[in-house]
């Protein structure tokens, strides 16, 4: 037996263990072999998935997320948060990641409870670990279950089963809340986020598999992989006028590439204080 398939069947112990179970949908890759998992093992029935609006995420993925549950043949749930009008996440520090979950985890924690199901689950996978995610102190106060990393699945190994369940989201890029496109300290607003958003958005429909740009202050810090990098050069003047249009005085290419949390990069994780 493979070390894959020895992942796999913790994972259908553990789902089976739970009886019922509220999953944080977001139409990506690890949330979506979650809840195809949770379906199998637990029937329709038992597995309700939730998908959260939210100002700092792009409405196209919140209705992507729908189309696909629809597709899977279960209902999704719709709920909403107004992260901007927590000012604890307006203040766009480290600790706001917490209160950001917090707020997530307590509506799908109310929805469980209404529907009289045993756990919440997320997507979170061992990956995860391996970088500065203050919303583990959410996660925990709320005992929402990572499955994915409980049975121990990196995010190449969710990449494989989820093709293997032929799964269309099996080789889709990351998400990310678009506040981490803003440097720690610089108060989070919409038009700063809807500036990133149609700036992402531009550049995505040019042929870029993903595109993240960071947010400094007059400065647009273009991250692509380094296989897209030709995309953007090609394009750079129809990218620079856009991205003038939007409002950034100066539009530049960040050498290092596209990589997550590297706005993290500029701050000492290590003794960097929760609440």
């Not at 997320?65 to 480290?94: F, S, W």
């Not at 993903?210 to 750079?236: P, W």
């Not at 005085?249 to 290092?256: A, I, P, S």
């Amino acid at each position: 037996m493979t070390e894959l398939l020895n992942k796999e069947n913790t994972l259908d112990t553990l789902l089976k263990e739970m009886e019922s179970v509220v999953i944080a949908f977001s139409g990506g890759v690890d949330s979506s072999l979650v809840l195809k998992k949770a379906i199998n093992v637990l029937g329709k029935e038992n597995v309700k998935p939730v998908v959260v609006k939210s100002e700092l995420f792009r409405n196209e993925e919140f209705n992507k997320a729908i189309e696909l549950g629809h597709e899977l043949g279960i209902d999704v749930v719709e709920t909403e948060m107004a992260e901007l009008q927590d000012e604890n996440i307006v203040r766009n520090t480290p600790e706001s990641w917490y209160y950001s979950k917090r707020l997530m985890y307590s509506k799908l924690t109310d929805i469980k409870e209404t529907l009289g199901f045993n756990y919440v689950l997320d997507g979170m996978i061992m990956d995860d670990l391996e970088d500065f995610r203050p919303g583990l102190k959410a996660r925990d106060e709320f005992k929402v279950r990572s499955v994915l990393q409980e049975a121990k699945l990196y995010k190449t190994e969710v990449r494989e089963l989820s093709k293997k369940y032929d799964l269309p989201v099996w080789n889709k890029p990351a998400l990310c809340s678009l506040a981490s496109r803003i440097p720690y300290g610089e108060a989070l607003s919409f038009t700063k986020v809807n500036k990133v958003n149609e700036a992402e958005k531009y550049i995505l429909n040019l042929g870029v598999n993903n595109v993240r740009v960071r947010y400094h202050q007059n400065i647009a810090r273009i991250e692509v992989s380094e296989e897209d990098l030709a995309t953007v050069i090609k394009n750079k003047d129809n990218i620079t006028l856009r991205l003038k249009e939007l409002g950034f005085d100066y539009v530049t290419v960040d050498l290092e590439g596209y990589r997550t949390g590297s706005m993290n990069e500029v701050i000492d994780t290590k003794n960097t204080k929760l609440v």
